[in-house]
Structures are given as C-alpha cells and as structure tokens.
T-cell receptor, first 115, second 114 residues
Framework: AQTVTQSQPEMSVQEAETVTLSCTYDTSESDYYLFWYKQPPSRQMILVIRQEAYKQQNATENRFSVNFQKAAKSFSLKISDSQLGDAAMYFCAYRSGQGAQKLVFGQGTRLTINP | DVKVTQSSRYLVKRTGEKVFLECVQDMDHENMFWYRQDPGLGLRLIYFSYDVKMKEKGDIPEGYSVSREKKERFSLILESASTNQTSMYLC?????????????FGDGTRLSIL
C-alpha cells in the first residue's frame, strides 16, 4: 500500500519570505499523481498544486511551486513571498494512476506566517 | 465552481445513536468520498462511491456505512455512535475524467459523540 509522510508537523515563516514544506511517499507504481491541498482554519480544503508523475517539469502556480524528485520519491512545496493568507494546514496527497480513485494523505503540516 | 455541501458544520450526538451525515455536490461528479480527519493522522478514507448505488470500503470502514441513492448525494451513517468516532468528517467529490482531476471538498462536519 502507498504511504505519504510529512515529517514537519509545524512550520513558521516571516511574511514575504520563502518556505518549503516536505513530503515523501512510498510506492511501487510508475503512474501516479501528487497533490498539495491547503486547509485554512475553519475553512474548506482547496487544491494548491498538482503534479503528474510522467512529467519531468516541476509544476508551478503563481507563488507556489513543487520540487518533484521521482527517484527519491519526494514532492516538496515551495511558497514564495509568503502572505498572511497562506497560514493553513497543508496536506500532501498521492493518487494511483490505476484502479481506485482515492487519495492517500500525509499527516499535514501547520504553516504559521509571522507578520 | 464546484460546490460540495455538508449538512452540518457541528453535530453533537450520544453514544449508541444512529447518526447520519449528508453530503451534496452540484457538479454531476461520479465519484464521492467520505474521509475522517484527526490531528497527526491526516485524512483517512472511510468509504467511496464511483456511481449511484455503488460503494467501496476505504481504509477505516468499521462502524460506518454509506448510501448513495442519487448521484448528487452521498450519506455517511454511524450505525451505533461511539466516543472514538468523535472527529472531523470531510466529504469530497471528483469527476472521473483525466487522472489529474482533483477532489473537491466540503466544509467538514465536526462530530462530537458524548
């Protein structure tokens, strides 16, 4: 079974600085998808960024980018120019390219932005 | 925008009660999911459904059942609530299309079993 590990329960960063959240996963599959989701306090979980395993190029969405290292099974999220609104729980998730549509989530990282 | 609506934000029930959590999505998605979220454990899949009347067990189905009579509605049922089922419950839906299609989540139901 696939597993996803986020080793940083909490992170903090100064406003306007850059922070990187770590995620590693374990799988024997070659076809899969990776996601970062954001859950602000008492608000809905939303998609931040996604990566297809067959793509070598790292995904980027505005201030959010990933460092996808397929051989190392690592999928870190970089947030540039951190803003107060980035404060949230961040979850890394894995989805197999075969069979079931379910997501496997990591434990989450709580990100605090210091003004 | 996709809207996934969960019937209650907060719910308090007693041990032994039968509890229903309702979820409705407005985008004609085939797939729907129920997760449980606990601190330090992330989200764990309870059940999912890939079509009307179809369901599959997730990773922690014990003590739960589900119902999907209509495409837009997916219900989670706690047959006899216990205190260890106190948790945040999240519903999600997804279009079956391309592999990178994300799941869309509701606001969550924080359930307390006393």
């Amino acid at each position: 079974a696939q597993t996803v590990t986020q080793s940083q329960p909490e992170m903090s960063v100064q406003e306007a600085e850059t922070v990187t959240l770590s995620c590693t996963y374990d799988t024997s599959e070659s076809d899969y998808y990776l996601f970062w989701y954001k859950q602000p306090p008492s608000r809905q979980m939303i998609l931040v960024i996604r990566q297809e395993a067959y793509k070598q190029q790292n995904a980027t969405e505005n201030r959010f980018s990933v460092n996808f290292q397929k051989a190392a099974k690592s999928f870190s999220l970089k947030i540039s120019d951190s803003q107060l609104g980035d404060a949230a729980m961040y979850f890394c998730a894995y989805r197999s390219g075969q069979g079931a549509q379910k997501l496997v989530f990591g434990q989450g990282t709580r990100l605090t932005i210091n003004p | 925008d996709v809207k996934v609506t969960q019937s209650s934000r907060y719910l308090v029930k007693r041990t032994g009660e039968k509890v229903f959590l309702e979820c409705v999505q407005d985008m004609d998605h085939e797939n729907m999911f129920w997760y449980r979220q606990d601190p330090g454990l992330g989200l764990r899949l309870i059940y999912f459904s890939y079509d009307v009347k179809m369901k599959e067990k997730g990773d922690i189905p014990e003590g739960y059942s589900v119902s999907r009579e209509k495409k837009e509605r997916f219900s989670l049922i706690l047959e006899s609530a216990s205190t260890n089922q106190t948790s945040m419950y999240l519903c999600a839906s997804r279009w079956t299309g391309g592999g990178n299609q994300p799941q869309h989540f509701g606001d969550g139901t924080r359930l307390s079993i006393l």
